[in-house]
């Protein structure tokens, strides 16, 4: 007893106690030891604030941190949320357009009621933008076969030639534009009588977006600014079909006037095409109308 009595820990631990129950009396109101506790008090004060000051930092900072991660992937998420918002907005623009576009197409197949109308997107433009082949997503499986017919027209949502369907496969077809060096179309001035001509790709000219007009006779006046459609001649192109205008005329050589042409049609910035198929009643009439005529002919 008496070693526990001199221990150090056991003075200490009767001190803790005493003093703990002094400050707990002296908090009564009205106890007479609150002035005797003031001191023990003051002492004991800075402590518990500095204690209380720490452990509000820490859990402040504990506050932080996960606060943080929060708010990163909730920002995360939001702009995800906001991308996807963006691609659909963007998508349903882009489908809103295409709509409107082949809605304002099916005056064409009133234009020319003699023609079945298939739309086809581009799918690429060979080699470079404008004056290459261009493969679109609509070939035989969809009517559209060059074992009926040696080629089709092509136009534009405006009804503007773009150019001609040179090889069909089952889901897809190959686009002669007219830019290209190998692409030539019999056409005419848009007006009663008007000047007859040949309107072709160039090698040099499809730099500018131009093509060169030929064959036009020396005794026909074409200016610039007049406006070329097709003839209808050959029987590969429908008669009217808006081809370009005039950009300049060269009459230097009497005995070959030759004119460049600006196509109506911006090919680079296509998206649809327009392929004009005859109906089969449409070739059976013309059929028996080449029959009649070379009837005519011989019996002449």
Same mark, same amino acid.
């Given at each position: 007893m008496r070693k526990l009595l001199k221990s150090?820990?056991?003075?200490? $631990? !009767? +001190? *803790?106690?005493?003093?703990?129950? #002094?400050?707990?009396?002296?908090?009564?109101?009205g106890?007479?030891?609150?002035?005797?506790?003031k001191p023990v008090t003051s002492l004991v004060s800075p402590i518990q604030g500095w204690v209380k000051s720490a452990g509000d930092t820490l859990t402040d900072f504990k506050a932080a941190i996960f606060d943080g991660v929060a708010i990163r992937e909730e920002n995360e998420s939001l702009k995800e949320e906001m991308a996807q918002l963006q691609y659909e907005l963007t998508q349903n623009e882009e489908a809103a357009i295409r709509y409107e576009e082949l809605k304002d197409a099916l005056h064409i197949k009133d234009a020319f009621s003699n023609y079945e109308?298939?739309?086809?997107?581009? $799918?690429?433009r060979e080699a470079d933008e404008w004056f290459s082949v261009?493969? !679109?997503?609509?070939?035989?499986? /969809?009517? !559209? /076969?060059? /074992?009926v017919f040696e080629s089709y027209a092509v136009v534009d949502v405006e009804m503007n030639l773009v150019g001609r369907v040179i090889e069909t496969g089952n889901d897809e077809s190959k686009i002669l534009? $007219?830019?290209h060096e190998g692409f030539s179309?019999?056409?005419?001035?848009?007006?009663?009588?008007?000047? +007859?001509? *040949?309107?072709?790709?160039?090698?040099?000219?499809?730099?500018?977006?131009?093509?060169?007009?030929?064959?036009?006779? @020396?005794?026909m006046v074409i200016e610039p600014g007049d406006e070329i459609v097709t003839t209808g001649d050959?029987? $590969?192109?429908?008669?009217?079909?808006?081809?370009?205008?005039? #950009?300049?005329? /060269?009459?230097?050589n009497p005995m070959s006037v030759t004119a460049t042409l600006e196509p109506y049609s911006d090919i680079g910035s296509l998206k649809? !095409?327009?392929?004009?198929?005859?109906?089969?009643?449409?070739?059976? @009439?013309?059929?028996?109308?080449?029959e009649e005529t070379a009837e005519t002919e011989e019996a002449q």
């Open positions: 150090k820990w056991f003075i200490v $631990l !009767v +001190t *803790v106690l005493i003093l703990i129950v #002094v400050i707990f009396i002296g908090i009564i109101p106890s007479p030891l609150r002035n005797i506790s109308i298939f739309g086809a997107s581009i $799918l690429s261009i493969r !679109v997503g609509c070939g035989s499986s /969809d009517g !559209v /076969d060059l /074992d534009p $007219l830019l179309v019999s056409c005419k001035v848009n007006e009663v009588n008007g000047a +007859t001509m *040949v309107v072709s790709g160039d090698s040099e000219l499809k730099k500018s977006n131009l093509c060169l007009v030929t064959g036009i006779s @020396a005794d050959g029987g $590969l192109f429908p008669e009217g079909i808006p081809v370009g205008t005039i #950009v300049s005329v /060269d009459y230097s649809d !095409v327009f392929i004009m198929v005859p109906t089969e009643e449409y070739l059976e @009439a013309e059929a028996e109308a080449a």
